[in-house]
């Protein structure tokens, strides 16, 4: 079975530019969760989502968005962005319902890593 | 709210020396517990959890860990430490009957094992 894979590896952008990072999920999992991990930092949940709809946000302005497709894959849009925004983004896909999974293992991917100038 | 600490941002041991990496945690009600490690440059891998039942649990690697409900602990433990152990270790935690979705992750602890 495929793992979680995500793109791209690695981007430059400038500060309030926008930018788009893609997930694809392990085969069979149904829901996708995206966080963040600053350098020397623990990952910060951004939000999860379950038949492409968002059903749970960690603490993260509104700027940052996402997407779910039927074919499970996901997208994190981040607008106008900041200089803190740069850090490791990773993908997060597993199986079960969203709301009642809370004992299943998250398979994560490599991450995206974004710097900001 | 549900929080994770881990005390050591580095801990070092000699190869074939037993390993420990400390974390505690923090959660309204029961908790849900997973360790991870990451390799440079690699998404986090899953190396156990605990749900519920024996309080210690085995898993990848000859990894383990014992959860203590009293001092809200979840330390990880390895008879017996390797040079490829070295890596960035989370802990992780979701509350049980909370209604949030994420784990909180504490903020890692780089493990190097010395040859």
């Known amino acids: 079975e495929t793992g979680v894979t995500q793109s791209p590896t690695h981007l430059i952008k400038t500060r309030g530019q926008q930018v788009t990072l893609r997930c694809s999920s392990q085969s069979g999992h149904n829901t996708v969760s995206w966080y963040q991990q600053a350098l020397g930092q623990g990952p910060q949940f951004i939000f999860q989502?379950?038949?492409?709809?968002?059903?749970g946000r960690g603490n993260f302005p509104p700027r940052f968005s996402g997407l779910q497709f039927p074919n499970y894959s996901s997208e994190l849009n981040v607008n106008a962005l900041e200089l803190d925004d740069s850090a490791l983004y990773l993908c997060?896909?597993?199986?079960?319902?969203?709301?009642?999974?809370?004992?299943?293992?998250?398979?994560f991917g490599a991450g995206s890593r974004l710097t900001v100038l | 709210a549900q929080s994770v600490a881990q005390p050591e941002d580095q801990v070092n041991v000699a190869e074939g020396n037993p390993l420990t990496v400390k974390c505690t945690y923090s959660v309204s009600g029961n908790p849900y517990l997973f360790w991870y490690v990451q390799y440079p440059n690699r998404g986090l891998q899953f190396l156990l959890k605990y749900i519920t039942g024996d309080n210690l649990v085995k898993g990848s690697y000859g990894f383990e860990a014992e959860f203590n409900k009293s001092q809200t602990s979840f330390h990880l433990k390895k008879p017996s430490a390797l040079v490829s152990d070295s890596a960035l270790y989370f802990c992780a935690v979701r509350d049980i009957t909370g209604s949030a979705r994420q784990l909180t992750f504490g903020s890692g602890t780089q493990l190097t094992v010395l040859p």
């Open positions: 989502y379950y038949r492409e709809e968002e059903n």
């Open positions: 997060a896909s597993s199986a079960g319902q969203g709301r009642s999974s809370g004992a299943n293992v998250l398979t």
